[in-house]
């Protein structure tokens, strides 16, 4: 079965620090990528999404992730944070072709001002 | 944001007694699903269904079970509720076999089982 691990459980930062937050993968096939933040006391909105072509993928708000097949990784990043993106955000994967999504257990980044 | 509509937003319930929660989509999406997400543990999938009267089980489906009589709604149902469902449920939706494949969430049920 697939799965996915997000090493950082919880995050601190100070405003202007570089941002990334790990997301791994089991799966070897074809698969798609998501990033997904869930601001407090919402639900979830998509940040970034990988399908094919380039691996490095821009998403809203100045993030971007890197896919890298070798090491099954699809870390998210940022330059600079700000204290609007604390939030929770949960790494995705399914299977090209499959529509179940397994999501990671979340990342909580907690940006001070 | 997607048409999904969650319903009810919040709600409390006693030990034992049958809950339903409602999953409403003006999208016509084909594929919809019901996460609860808990502390640690990430979204977890309950059940799926991915066309009117098409379900399939997810990973902790154990006390859940779920309709789908028309492409709009998809309904989950706690048969005994119990206090291990206390949780926050979300529907979610999705449309294969184009590039926007990714899932749209719900706004979300506040589950308390007491």
């Known amino acids: 079965a697939q799965s996915v691990s997000q090493h950082n459980h919880h995050v601190i930062l100070s405003e202007a620090a570089s941002l990334e937050l790990g997301c791994n993968y089991s799966?070897?096939?074809?698969?798609?990528l998501f990033w997904y933040v869930q601001y407090p006391g919402q639900h979830l909105q998509l940040l970034l999404k990988?399908?094919?072509?380039?691996?490095l993928v821009k998403g809203i708000k100045g993030f971007e992730a890197e896919f890298i097949k070798s090491k099954f990784s699809f870390n998210l990043r940022k330059p600079s944070v700000q204290w609007s993106d604390t939030a929770e955000y949960f790494c995705?994967?399914?299977?090209?072709?499959?529509?179940?999504?397994?999501f990671g257990i979340g990342t909580k980044l907690q940006v001070i001002p | 944001d997607a048409g999904i509509t969650q319903s009810p937003r919040h709600k409390v319930t006693e030990t034992g007694t049958p809950v339903t929660l409602r999953c409403h989509q003006t999208?016509?999406?084909?594929?919809m699903y019901w996460y609860r997400q808990d502390p640690g543990h990430g979204l977890r999938l309950i059940h799926y269904?991915?066309?009117?009267?098409?379900?399939d089980k997810g990973e902790v489906s154990d006390g859940y079970s779920v309709s789908r009589s028309k492409t709009e709604d998809f309904l989950l149902t706690l048969e005994s509720a119990t206090s291990s469902q206390t949780s926050v449920y979300f529907c979610?939706?999705?449309?294969?076999?184009?590039?926007?494949?990714?899932?749209?969430f719900g706004q979300g049920t506040r589950l308390t089982v007491v």
């Open positions: 979610a939706i999705s449309e294969p076999g184009t590039v926007n494949t990714e899932a749209f």
């Open positions: 799966y070897g096939g074809t698969v798609n």
């Open positions: 990988y399908f094919s072509g380039d691996p």
């Open positions: 995705a994967v399914n299977r090209g072709g499959y529509q179940k999504v397994t």
């Open positions: 999208e016509n999406h084909r594929y």
């Open positions: 269904s991915y066309g009117v009267k098409d379900t």
